[in-house]
């Protein structure tokens, strides 16, 4: 069987998309995904999404998340943008205005300009402050400590640790350590659940490191944030008490090619 898809990258978070609004493709095939996200014996990929159709006729599209593994997962901020710019070309949504799409967290509002998207992530209400760290859930959970001089790190030793620390079990987290350059600039390096490695960008997880900054310096609500695919814009509204909402991820979300695998 051939099926037809598209690599997008966005900071170097990168995935597999499949225009599902036909309904073919096999999504409950855990082997499927991970083999098509297999970096040697696949097409290679931090995550695949398939793009479906929705019932409502003002929301675009559906977006499904696979992480690497195979398995369906929360929500993916990168993947968020990326599938709002793969359904501009495919016509799924009209880019002259801000569209809307469904994912795994509820709903989402995407705004495509010329390569970059702007997402609207999902509020968050609570920010759980512990002994060196925070933990909140920005569409996936995720862990956040602020570090210096971040790119000494072994961060897939320290991120693995942590995932699978009995503190997590058993769903596991995401994993960021923070380097806080300015009041509105931080580096962000991420492990992340269900890949299993360092990515190069994390969006949910730079979201996360955002607010977690903010919460810890009582400062900034707009920031330029580093990781090693880029650069990402994260602002947002509301405060430690009373929650975050308004939340938007902004940055480039590119079309690397389009292919046909034989499975
Ligand atoms: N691996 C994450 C989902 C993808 C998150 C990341 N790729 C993003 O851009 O938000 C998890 O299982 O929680």
């Known amino acids: 069987m051939q099926i037809e898809f598209y690599k997008y990258q966005g900071t170097g978070n990168d995935f597999v998309i499949i225009d599902n609004r036909d309904g073919n493709f096999d999504s409950k095939n855990i082997d499927l995904v991970s083999y098509l996200c297999n970096r040697r014996m ?103 400590a602020h570090k210096s001089n971040i790119d000494t790190l072994d961060i897939v030793k320290i991120g693995r640790q942590i995932r699978h620390s009995d503190t997590f079990k058993p769903a596991g987290t995401n994993v960021n350590i923070v380097e806080e350059i300015a009041p509105d600039h931080i580096k962000v390096r991420t492990y992340e659940r269900g890949v299993e490695d360092e990515t190069y960008s994390c969006g949910t997880g730079v979201v996360a490191s955002a607010i977690s900054t903010f919460t810890k310096n009582n400062e900034c609500r707009d920031f330029n944030i580093d990781v090693k695919g880029g650069r990402l814009q994260v602002w947002f509204e509301g405060d430690t008490a009373g929650g975050f909402k308004n939340i938007w991820l902004t940055g480039p979300a590119t079309f690397v090619y389009k292919g046909n695998i034989t499975v």
């Open 42 to 144: 696949g097409i290679g990929a931090d995550g695949l999404m398939l793009l479906e159709k929705h019932k409502a006729e003002e929301v675009a599209f559906t977006m499904r998340y696979y992480n690497s593994d195979g398995k369906e997962a929360s929500m993916c901020g990168n993947g968020g943008r990326c599938i709002a710019a793969f359904a501009v070309k495919v016509g799924a949504a009209d880019p002259s205005k801000p569209f809307y799409f469904e994912a795994v967290d509820g709903m989402h509002i995407a705004k495509y300009n010329n390569g970059i998207v702007s997402l609207q992530m999902t509020d968050v209400k609570t920010i759980d402050i512990n002994d060196g760290y925070y933990f909140l859930d920005t569409g996936s959970p995720h862990y956040v």
